[in-house]
């Protein structure tokens, strides 16, 4: 408890906290989840869309991220190069990027700079350059990022898994798209893409820097204002497939390429997400120690690395993890795997265990806190996820108190790991 409250009164005395406001615009309020940091004269802000991600991709796979970097390409008036050439002179940074479930645009400038910065924005906003010379070279380029990844296995076997796990939803379809879909995205796609899903009901702002909170709301509401009204589009949940699958893909290669993954109960805002963190850490998040690591590596020395993870977000819930063997080793590391979480699932985890877990989630935290993005981050996440700002103090707290016979029982009830789909890139 002692070493528990030493980390708090750390954390306490470093950490800024970000805290919730709203941006009142249209009858509505836009969320603005803020911090003060005067320490640097740096300016941040990040218009975040939700429901705006690959997973509105259900009729042209990668249009999303393609639409982002259109985005990327500068406005007509400058051209790409020009627009890029504008900012760097100004050490302004200006970039769109995608997740699964959001759309990103994320501005960045010294403070001095940071009002020319919103205006180059609000000139994107208004004269995007998105011109047919733009989506030309995008396809091109787009198209030889998806052909270079047919030869990376990895990439094909973490594909495969997606395929197994969500097969005909639209979490089954790559981000990156298809050669096929890429061909055929027009300028009216990615018009039609930015319209629609960048607007103000889907809007969540997180900003942070040296700059107070009445400025950059007054800074940032005309841009705000730019954008269409739109409305809040509902977000699918997608669950993974109970059904054990197997994929296995031959290529040229030395070396197996094995990803697994099943089911996961537990949503992205439930109160026990802190167990399964725990859970999830011991078997295999943390690297040497952990059970999949111990096993597959240190005692039969089947793999470099193996590691395992729990997928939480507000689209989806699943269990997923990977490792690369020698070919001749791939029934015995399969097996392994199996073996290892099974074992896991139905014996629990030893006091040892938890109490090195513990030392470390809790003995690491101020290095996952110590800059202004890590911690508007966290905060964002919080309020994605639907939790109250400082969610992630309490969870330690929690983890702290967590016992042995509280995680063993959480550990036993989630049978549902042992349903394990793989895919798999072998030898021919």
């Known amino acids: 408890m002692k070493y528990f409250l030493v980390i708090l009164l750390f954390l306490g005395q470093s950490i800024m906290a970000a805290t919730l406001h709203y941006i009142e615009l249209n009858n509505q309020k836009i969320p603005l989840i803020f911090e003060e940091d005067k320490r640097l004269p740096l300016v941040n802000v990040q218009f975040v869309f939700q429901n705006a991600g ?5 009729q042209k796979a990668g249009l999303a991220r393609f639409s982002a970097k259109m985005l990327n390409q ?3 008036k400058l051209g790409s190069f020009g627009f890029a050439q504008e900012l ?3 050490a302004i940074h200006i970039s769109s990027t995608t997740g699964i479930e959001t759309f990103v645009t994320e501005i960045g400038s010294l403070k001095e700079q940071f009002d020319e910065a919103l205006g180059f924005y609000k000139e994107l906003l208004k004269d995007p ?4 010379e733009s989506l030309e070279k995008l396809q091109t380029i787009t198209i030889g990022s998806i052909t270079k990844k047919e030869n990376d ?9 997606k395929k197994l796990l969500f097969e005909g939803t639209v979490l089954a379809k790559p981000s990156l798209g298809t050669v096929e879909s890429v061909k055929s995205f027009t300028l009216n796609d990615v018009e039609e893409f930015i319209a629609k899903h960048l607007n103000q009901s889907q809007l969540i702002v997180v900003a942070g820097g040296d700059i107070e909170l009445d400025e950059i709301v007054a800074k940032l509401k005309p841009l705000i204002a730019l954008l269409p009204q739109g409305k809040k589009e509902a977000l699918p949940f997608f669950e993974a497939s109970k059904e054990v699958k197997e994929k296995i893909v031959k290529r040229n290669t030395q070396q197996a390429y094995i990803y697994f993954g099943s089911p996961y109960n537990l949503r992205v805002n439930d109160e026990q997400t802190y167990i399964a963190r725990v859970a999830t850490f011991i078997l295999g998040t943390g690297g040497f120690g952990s059970r999949l690591m111990e096993e597959i590596r240190v005692k039969q020395g089947l793999a470099y690395s193996a590691y395992a993870r729990v997928n939480l977000s507000n689209s989806s819930s699943y269990f997923s993890g990977y490792l690369q063997t020698k070919t001749d080793s791939l029934k015995q590391a399969q097996k392994s795997v199996k073996e290892v ?3 896991f699932v139905k014996e629990g985890v030893t006091k040892e265990e938890l109490e090195q877990t513990k030392k470390f989630l809790l003995g690491s935290e101020p290095l996952r806190s110590e800059t202004l993005s890590q911690r508007l981050q966290r905060s964002f996440m919080e309020y994605y996820k639907g939790f109250e700002l400082g969610h992630s103090k309490k969870e330690l707290e929690k983890i702290n108190s967590l016992t042995l016979d509280e995680l063993n029982s959480y550990i036993k009830k989630h049978t549902e790991i042992t349903n394990l789909s793989f895919s798999i890139v072998t030898q021919e």
Do not use: C, H, P, V
């Open 153 to 161: 296995f990895d990439y094909i076997a973490s594909k495969g898994l």
């Open 88 to 90: 760097e002179q100004r």
């Open 341 to 343: 979480i099974e074992k």
């Open 54 to 58: 690959s997973i509105t991709n259900t």
């Open 74 to 76: 500068g406005t007509k």
């Open 129 to 132: 350059n998105f011109t047919q």
